[in-house]
């Protein structure tokens, strides 16, 4: 297993924010991260590919782990269903489906997220959310055992779950809609869609805020708030999709904490709304 010590964080969050981490590991398999939380009980950062998350500027005297190689590679359709390892990235799995044939995960496609990840935010995309296909789910505890769940034994919202704490996810099993009508167009549909509406090339952690009600987007309100390309320091709205915040490189975590903050004051000034953060700032 990888591990490496007083590294950047900013290496592993897809907006490079943060400054080092004591011991960031590498968790591959069940061993690996059963022996990871026996012996470190501490200060413990458990995420995925980094892509809906920004790490603080000051160091971290604790241990970051980093789920993006944890069964990376583990899609097995069995009867009806995929089970799926929590590494496995979001494109990975929409891809593998498709290419097998099957429709209804082309909206996970370009969501750069780990499914464990995808799981925990509950990732959601063109009207779909991960949890609308999943039957049932592993987690594993503090002291490391293993738990099966079924869907109905936990509770989801929008960008939510409600998980049970001190439990990560590794390990999902999705249904699958076998159809004699598989649509070929909607993965590069989607895609297509992705490329023009939103910055996905920069260095960002998608949407900063979540959405107020299902006919309120937050880019709407920042952008008629004339805050469209507003930046402090090195940390800017994008033109291209105002809920969207870019790293032009030189960013640091507290600019990103200061312009939230400040969009959070205009729009509740000028339309009453408090957008709620979907980012997860930790550290
Ligand atoms: C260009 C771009 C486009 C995006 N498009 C979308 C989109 O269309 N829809 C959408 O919903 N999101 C989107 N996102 C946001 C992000 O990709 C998703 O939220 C994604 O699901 C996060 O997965 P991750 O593995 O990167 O999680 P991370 O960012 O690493 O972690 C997110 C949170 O989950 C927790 N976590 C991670 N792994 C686990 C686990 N195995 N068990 C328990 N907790 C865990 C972490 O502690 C953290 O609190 C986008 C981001 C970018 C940069």
């Known amino acids: 297993m990888k591990i490496l010590y007083n590294y950047p964080l900013s290496k592993y969050n897809t907006i490079h924010l943060g400054g080092n981490a004591k011991k960031i590991m590498f968790p591959e398999n069940i061993n690996d991260i059963q022996s990871i939380l026996k012996s470190n009980k501490k200060n413990l950062i458990i995420i995925g590919n980094g892509s809906n998350i920004a790490f603080k500027d000051n160091n971290y005297n604790g241990c970051v782990i980093i789920l993006k190689y944890f069964n990376r590679n583990k899609i097995i359709i069995e009867n ?64 490391g055992n293993i738990r099966l769940y079924k869907r109905n034994q936990i509770k989801i919202s929008y960008r939510k779950t409600f998980a049970p704490v001190n439990s990560y996810f590794v390990e999902a099993r999705f249904k699958l809609r076998l159809t004699n009508n598989f649509d070929k167009n909607l993965l590069s549909l989607y895609a297509h869609q992705r490329q023009t509406t939103q910055p996905v090339n920069q260095w960002s952690s998608g949407c900063i805020f979540k959405n107020p009600s299902s006919h309120m987007s937050a880019s709407n309100l920042i952008e008629k708030a004339g805050l469209k390309s507003f930046k402090i320091g090195g940390i800017y709205i994008s033109k291209k999709h105002s809920n969207y915040f870019i790293n032009d490189g030189t960013g640091k975590c507290s600019e990103l904490i200061a312009l939230i903050d400040l969009v959070k004051r205009k729009i509740k000034k000028e339309c009453g709304i408090n957008l709620e953060k979907e980012i997860r700032i930790i550290g």
């Open 80 to 143: 009806n269903s995929v089970i799926v390892g929590a590494g496995v990235t979001c494109s990975k799995l929409a891809k593998f489906l498709f290419k097998n044939k099957v429709n209804g995960f082309e909206f996970l496609h370009g969501i750069p997220g780990t499914i464990g990840g995808s799981m925990f935010m509950n990732a959601g995309a063109f009207k779909n959310e991960i949890w609308d296909k999943i039957d049932e789910f592993k987690m594993i505890n503090k002291f």
